[in-house]
Protein backbone atom coordinates (compact mmCIF):
# COMPACT_ATOMS: atom_id res chain seq x y z
CA UNK A 1 0.00 0.00 0.00
CA UNK A 2 1.64 3.14 -1.04
CA UNK A 3 1.17 6.38 0.45
CA UNK A 4 1.34 10.55 -0.70
CA UNK A 5 3.41 12.51 1.10
CA UNK A 6 1.77 15.62 2.09
CA UNK A 7 5.76 17.12 3.55
CA UNK A 8 5.75 20.30 1.76
CA UNK A 9 9.50 21.38 0.43
CA UNK A 10 9.21 24.78 0.63
CA UNK A 11 10.61 26.46 3.73
CA UNK A 12 8.08 28.93 4.64
CA UNK A 13 9.88 30.18 8.46
CA UNK A 14 13.25 30.48 10.02
CA UNK A 15 12.25 28.48 12.93
CA UNK A 16 8.50 28.25 12.66
CA UNK A 17 7.80 30.95 15.55
CA UNK A 18 7.28 34.43 14.82
CA UNK A 19 6.39 36.26 17.72
CA UNK A 20 7.25 39.70 18.76
CA UNK A 21 10.99 40.26 18.44
CA UNK A 22 12.01 37.21 16.63
CA UNK A 23 13.50 36.95 13.05
CA UNK A 24 11.09 35.46 10.75
CA UNK A 25 11.17 34.97 6.99
CA UNK A 26 7.63 35.66 4.77
CA UNK A 27 6.19 32.64 4.38
CA UNK A 28 7.27 31.57 0.25
CA UNK A 29 3.70 31.86 -1.33
CA UNK A 30 4.61 29.73 -3.82
CA UNK A 31 4.13 26.72 -1.18
CA UNK A 32 0.64 27.83 -1.25
CA UNK A 33 0.39 27.47 -4.76
CA UNK A 34 2.05 24.12 -4.93
CA UNK A 35 -0.14 23.11 -1.71
CA UNK A 36 -3.38 23.69 -4.22
CA UNK A 37 -2.38 22.56 -7.49
CA UNK A 38 -0.96 19.03 -5.76
CA UNK A 39 -4.63 18.57 -4.02
CA UNK A 40 -6.38 19.92 -7.33
CA UNK A 41 -4.47 17.17 -9.29
CA UNK A 42 -5.01 14.79 -6.70
CA UNK A 43 -8.61 15.08 -5.98
CA UNK A 44 -9.09 15.21 -10.44
CA UNK A 45 -7.11 11.90 -9.89
CA UNK A 46 -9.32 10.75 -7.68
CA UNK A 47 -12.59 11.44 -9.96
CA UNK A 48 -10.95 9.68 -13.48
CA UNK A 49 -13.08 7.66 -15.02
CA UNK A 50 -16.05 8.11 -12.67
CA UNK A 51 -19.14 8.84 -12.97
CA UNK A 52 -21.56 11.34 -10.43
CA UNK A 53 -22.99 7.98 -9.90
CA UNK A 54 -20.21 5.88 -8.88
CA UNK A 55 -19.53 9.28 -6.70
CA UNK A 56 -22.83 8.96 -4.84
CA UNK A 57 -22.09 5.43 -3.99
CA UNK A 58 -18.22 5.78 -2.61
CA UNK A 59 -18.07 7.41 0.48
CA UNK A 60 -14.29 6.98 0.62
CA UNK A 61 -14.35 8.99 -3.15
CA UNK A 62 -16.37 11.48 -1.69
CA UNK A 63 -14.18 11.90 1.44
CA UNK A 64 -11.36 12.24 -0.52
CA UNK A 65 -12.66 14.93 -2.81
CA UNK A 66 -13.77 16.75 -0.13
CA UNK A 67 -10.70 16.97 1.97
CA UNK A 68 -8.58 18.16 -1.26
CA UNK A 69 -11.08 20.56 -1.43
CA UNK A 70 -10.32 21.85 1.76
CA UNK A 71 -7.05 21.83 1.11
CA UNK A 72 -7.46 23.50 -1.71
CA UNK A 73 -9.25 26.37 0.26
CA UNK A 74 -6.98 26.68 3.07
CA UNK A 75 -4.06 26.76 1.11
CA UNK A 76 -5.60 29.66 -1.04
CA UNK A 77 -7.03 31.26 2.02
CA UNK A 78 -3.69 31.39 4.01
CA UNK A 79 -1.98 32.80 0.33
CA UNK A 80 -4.59 35.66 0.95
CA UNK A 81 -3.30 36.78 4.17
CA UNK A 82 0.76 36.45 3.05
CA UNK A 83 0.45 37.85 -0.45
CA UNK A 84 -2.70 39.09 -1.53
CA UNK A 85 -1.15 41.07 -3.96
CA UNK A 86 -0.77 36.98 -5.78
CA UNK A 87 -3.82 36.01 -4.36
CA UNK A 88 -5.71 38.37 -5.97
CA UNK A 89 -4.86 36.43 -9.39
CA UNK A 90 -6.57 33.79 -8.22
CA UNK A 91 -10.50 33.83 -10.26
CA UNK A 92 -13.27 33.44 -7.13
CA UNK A 93 -11.11 33.34 -4.52
CA UNK A 94 -13.45 34.28 -2.07
CA UNK A 95 -15.88 31.37 -2.95
CA UNK A 96 -13.23 29.02 -3.23
CA UNK A 97 -12.59 29.88 0.34
CA UNK A 98 -16.46 30.10 1.35
CA UNK A 99 -16.78 26.44 -0.54
CA UNK A 100 -13.92 25.37 1.90
CA UNK A 101 -15.74 26.34 4.78
CA UNK A 102 -19.14 25.14 3.85
CA UNK A 103 -16.81 21.37 3.72
CA UNK A 104 -15.35 21.57 6.43
CA UNK A 105 -18.28 23.40 9.18
CA UNK A 106 -21.67 22.60 7.28
CA UNK A 107 -20.23 18.80 6.80
CA UNK A 108 -23.94 17.35 7.26
CA UNK A 109 -25.51 19.97 4.35
CA UNK A 110 -22.53 19.24 1.25
CA UNK A 111 -24.17 19.39 -1.85
CA UNK A 112 -22.95 16.15 -3.67
CA UNK A 113 -23.88 17.39 -6.53
CA UNK A 114 -22.65 20.87 -6.23
CA UNK A 115 -19.06 19.29 -5.44
CA UNK A 116 -19.52 17.05 -8.56
CA UNK A 117 -19.86 19.94 -10.43
CA UNK A 118 -16.42 22.20 -9.09
CA UNK A 119 -14.61 19.28 -9.47
CA UNK A 120 -15.56 18.58 -13.45
CA UNK A 121 -16.18 22.28 -14.63
CA UNK A 122 -14.48 24.59 -12.06
CA UNK A 123 -11.49 22.57 -10.88
CA UNK A 124 -9.60 21.84 -14.02
CA UNK A 125 -9.98 26.01 -15.02
CA UNK A 126 -8.39 26.53 -11.54
CA UNK A 127 -5.67 24.60 -11.50
CA UNK A 128 -4.32 26.12 -14.77
CA UNK A 129 -4.52 29.07 -13.29
CA UNK A 130 -2.21 27.98 -10.37
CA UNK A 131 0.23 26.67 -12.75
CA UNK A 132 0.86 29.09 -14.99
CA UNK A 133 0.87 31.10 -11.17
CA UNK A 134 3.62 29.34 -10.38
CA UNK A 135 5.40 28.64 -13.95
CA UNK A 136 5.92 32.32 -13.96
CA UNK A 137 7.01 32.26 -10.47
Given at each position: ?????????????????????????????R??????V??????????Q?R???????????R???????????????????????????????????????I???????V??????????E????????????????
Amino acid sequence: MSSVSRVSVTRTSVNGSCGPGSRCMRPDPRKYLWDAVNAAELARGFAQGRSFEDYLSNAMLRAAVEREFEIIGEALNQLSRVAPEIASAIPELPRIVAFRNILIHGYATVDDALVWQVLKEKLPELEQVIRDMLDGS
